[in-house]
């Protein structure tokens, strides 16, 4: 870990949706973490001032790079700037990969629970990610609860990976629009039960999303007998 | 006072430099530490208590009463943690 500020250098953009894109940052040396970290990012303006924002890593490309998407929010003070402004090649002042707490890797026993909200999703791709590259034998599971078709990251590369990983469910529930044949609504209750691992399973489970979004579904989990020491959850604010 | 007309306390001691090894471990990672509130007692890891970050600094607050734990407050080139609602941390060796 590192504990002061570095500068990494942007070195791709791709686009996930029309407000949200992927930045591959490049570090001076080799960087490493786990699956569900996250880095900040301090922005410095011409007159001085400085926000620190922090964004979860979606995907580490070893040894001296890694990824993070960012969503555009309508208020934001520092994300329109990353997902509009920033090129390859510009650089950004990075702290870590830091957090502990809100992480997976390959060796958690139980089978792995992944909950998403909008673009909660992103560290939960991390842990995905690392799941697959690790061919492990441990069954997992992510729900991913998004607004429409249009809003889904990462969609070519979860299609393939929950084809062709035979431990891998990916459940994608639309809350406003919905592809031909798929149910929309708002994620119920009866909707996560039905698409999660049973508490007898005893699996680790990784809520992330907005703050209403990860308290409520948190409690339906607690509600349906799973272990909340079992549950771990992040918001992303909002 | 003993005959040297020295507290007992005075002696055989060390002085807070030699923490320093213990204490290192302490920046691994703080948010996994258990935080048991001083409010209502219960006691969960720092990363799932609640953060406020739209006030004078960062306050974090028990996820179980809402009231505060601790305080981040930036000075500049120094920062302040106040812990006035946490009554221990328990952290994990590396």
Known sequence: MRRSWQVAEVSAVRAETA??????LRFPDMVAGVPGQHVDLRLTADDGYQAVRSYSVAAWVPPRELELTVEELDDGEVSPFLVDVLAVGDQLEVRGPVGGWFTW???????????????????????????????????ARLLYSVRSPDHVFYRGELDVIGQEDPQVVIDIAYSREAPDGRPVG????????????????????????????????????????HDADRIRTERYGG | ???????????????????????????????SAECMCAGCGSSGPLAAALLYTKAPGMVLRCPTCTAVLLCLTDQGDRQVLTLDGVRHLVIDKP
């Open chain 1, 19 to 24: 407000r949200a894109r992927t930045l591959r």
């Open chain 1, 105 to 139: 890797t390959p060796d958690r026993a139980g089978p792995l629970q992944l909950i998403a909200g909008g673009s909660g999703v992103v560290p939960l791709m991390a842990m995905l990610r690392s799941h697959s590259e690790a061919r492990s034998a441990v069954p």
């Open chain 1, 186 to 225: 708002r994620l119920t209750h009866e909707a996560v039960t039905a698409s999660c691992f049973p508490p007898e399973d005893e699996p680790v489970i990784y809520i992330c999303g907005s703050t209403g979004f990860v308290e409520a579904v948190a409690a339906w989990l607690v509600d349906d007998g």
């Open chain 2, 1 to 31: 006072m003993d005959s040297t007309g020295q507290h007992p306390l005075d002696q055989d001691h060390l002085d807070g430099n030699a923490l320093a090894g213990a204490l290192d471990q302490f920046v691994s990672d703080l948010t």
